[in-house]
């Protein structure tokens, strides 16, 4: 099945089946359904598009996601769904050099973005790879954007 759902299975599988051998432990979804609370072959099964009787839960594949560090999943599904996913990281303990770091970095997204968009310009024909450039660095700017409130929202004083 192509499209749609192809795109989100092809997510799933990929997540389970590559997920990598670190250290000790094993890869696929041997190494994986542990972490998870789940049977290799259960798990194997859940993602296998050919399967009509197996299907990952919404929560099944957050924790998939989270266990593997692998965000393939959600990214198809704001692809199909027309979003984009933005990671945020965590600014939880924060200091007032960091918070200025980030928003220096906030305003050099800024400065590569409209240079971006300056070059794209500059002669007159807009091509397919200028417009993925520009939009590429529209996202990081967005980034940068919310590391920065991240980071500001990491200082606020609870008790006042």
């Known amino acids: 099945?192509?499209?749609?759902?192809?795109?989100?299975?092809?997510?799933?599988?990929?997540?389970?089946h590559e997920f990598?051998?670190?250290?000790?432990?094993?890869?696929?979804a041997v190494g994986l359904a542990p972490l998870v609370g789940m049977r290799?072959?259960?798990l194997s099964n859940k993602v296998n598009p050919d399967l009509d009787s197996h299907h990952l839960t919404v929560h099944e594949a957050v924790a998939i996601q989270n266990a593997a560090k692998d965000f393939r999943?959600?990214?198809?599904?704001?692809?199909?769904?027309?979003?984009?996913?933005?990671?945020l990281g965590d600014f939880s303990r924060v200091s007032d050099?960091?918070?200025?770091d980030a928003y220096a970095a906030l305003?050099?997204?800024?400065?590569?973005?409209?240079?971006?968009?300056?070059?794209?310009?500059?002669?007159?024909?807009?091509?397919?790879?200028?417009?993925?450039?520009?939009?590429r660095e529209f996202f990081e700017v967005v980034q940068a954007g919310f590391a920065f409130i991240l980071r500001l929202e990491g200082l606020i004083d609870e008790g006042a």
């Open 1 to 16: 099945m192509r499209g749609i759902h192809s795109q989100l299975d092809e997510a799933m599988w990929a997540v389970v």
């Open 20 to 28: 990598p051998r670190l250290a000790r432990r094993k890869s696929g």
């Open 40 to 42: 290799p072959g259960t």
């Open 73 to 87: 999943i959600l990214q198809a599904e704001a692809a199909i769904l027309n979003h984009a996913v933005i990671p």
């Open 97 to 100: 050099v960091e918070l200025l």
């Open 107 to 135: 305003h050099e997204q800024i400065g590569e973005h409209a240079r971006a968009i300056r070059e794209t310009l500059e002669d007159g024909r807009i091509e397919r790879v200028e417009v993925d450039r520009v939009r």
